[in-house]
């Protein structure tokens, strides 16, 4: 008796995505299925590279195949195609070309870690398999250069764009490439205005699935530039524990809503500290502040970062930790809030695209 189509198809749905609760089939995950006789082989296409389930997914789909009757061999292949989670035109906020989706990294205050955090989540995601890239808008601060190991000379023009620098799998812009260590940015809000415009307009994006966007710490300028030029698929707000910096979160979260910009994560940065010697957690900012906050404010909370001397070293040196120590637990940390982020971005697509039919399988 042949192996159908349809009896396939019907197996898989058992198979659902854990972020939006539906199965793979409905979703059109199901790609490329070919049956020769009592063998079937198709592609399972994640909305990113950075699902933290696939391998699981992978066999659950092999294992509800298997009970087919008939099929002898199953051959599941996982690739991914990431969604735009915002669409252009909303707002008077044009596409940016060769991006698909923008994410802001902001804090209510300066001194919780941000940058380092932005730099870490970007290059998470690249390992993961995205292509990202990142704008350093912190323009009075432009750190990330010193954070990648990266240099003024490193960005080039093309003759009509210019050529973002390149560093562990990442595209990125700065205005620490445009000035000296030791020049002060001493501007009005007109000129941000103009650079930030410049980096989103006049920089050379290639197919970028994440265009990471490092904010300067508080509530103004380059926030309202940024709600009002492209249209930005979420903003994920860094804290720390202590009482301080939640105030100011909550801030945060409230002017991203104002400027209609989805909060969609809330990572606590410093959120403990593990002695290398007797491996004691001592909570030295206080504990579960910023998860606390996440619940209060309806954010999905993305994850804890711990203190931990090498990521403060990475930094400086322009090692990130995700490339001098990915074995630690810090950095398995960061990668968990990446896949976090991943799944939020994916969500915040699927529910914009929910009313847009589902492509048939081939």
């Known amino acids: 008796m042949p192996v159908e189509q349809a009896s396939v198809l019907e197996a898989l749905k058992v198979v ?12 059109g995950f199901i790609k490329d299925l070919r049956i020769d006789s009592s063998r ?3 592609t399972i296409e994640l909305t990113t590279p950075a699902c933290p ?9 092999r294992a509800a195949v298997m009970t087919v009757p008939g099929v002898s061999s199953v051959d599941v292949q996982m690739s991914a195609r990431v969604r735009d989670a915002m669409l252009g035109g ?10 698909k989706n923008i994410i802001a990294v902001g804090a209510g205050k300066g001194g919780v870690g941000k940058t380092t955090v932005a730099v870490n989540l970007a290059i998470a995601l690249a390992k993961a398999g995205g292509k990202v890239g990142m704008i350093d808008a912190d323009i009075y601060g432009p750190n990330v250069p010193i954070m990648l190991g990266l240099n003024r000379t490193q960005v080039t023009t093309d003759g009509q764009k210019i050529l973002p620098a390149e560093k562990f799998g990442l595209q990125v812009m700065s205005m620490g490439f445009l000035t000296t260590e030791d020049a002060p940015i001493i501007w009005r809000g007109p000129m941000l205005h103009g650079a930030l415009q410049q980096f989103f307009r006049e920089v050379r994006w290639v197919d970028l699935d994440y265009l990471v966007i490092d904010m300067p710490p508080g509530t103004g300028d380059v926030a309202l530039t940024l709600s009002q030029t492209v249209p930005v698929a979420g903003a994920i707000v860094v804290t720390t524990p202590q009482q301080v910096s939640l105030a100011d979160s909550r801030r945060a979260v409230a002017m991203y809503k104002k400027l209609n910009i989805p909060p969609i994560g ?4 410093m959120s403990h500290f593990v002695c290398p ?3 004691h957690e001592s909570d030295i900012f206080g504990q579960g502040g910023g998860e606390r906050m996440a619940k209060d404010l309806g954010v999905p909370f993305i994850g804890r970062i711990p203190i931990y001397q090498p990521i403060r070293e990475g930094g400086d040196t322009g090692v990130p930790l995700l490339i001098g120590d990915p074995g630690s637990a810090a950095a398995r940390a960061f990668v968990s809030a990446a896949e976090r982020l991943a799944a939020e971005v994916s969500i915040a697509s699927y529910k914009r695209a929910a009313t847009i039919p589902l492509t048939p399988i081939p």
């Open 16 to 27: 659902q995505d854990p972020d939006l609760h539906r199965d793979i089939v409905s979703l």
């Open 266 to 269: 809330i990572l606590e940065n």
């Open 277 to 279: 010697n007797c491996q």
């Open 53 to 61: 389930v696939k391998d699981q997914m992978r066999d659950q789909a």
């Open 90 to 99: 909303e707002g008077g906020r044009a596409a940016l070309p060769g991006v």
């Open 40 to 42: 079937v082989a198709f």
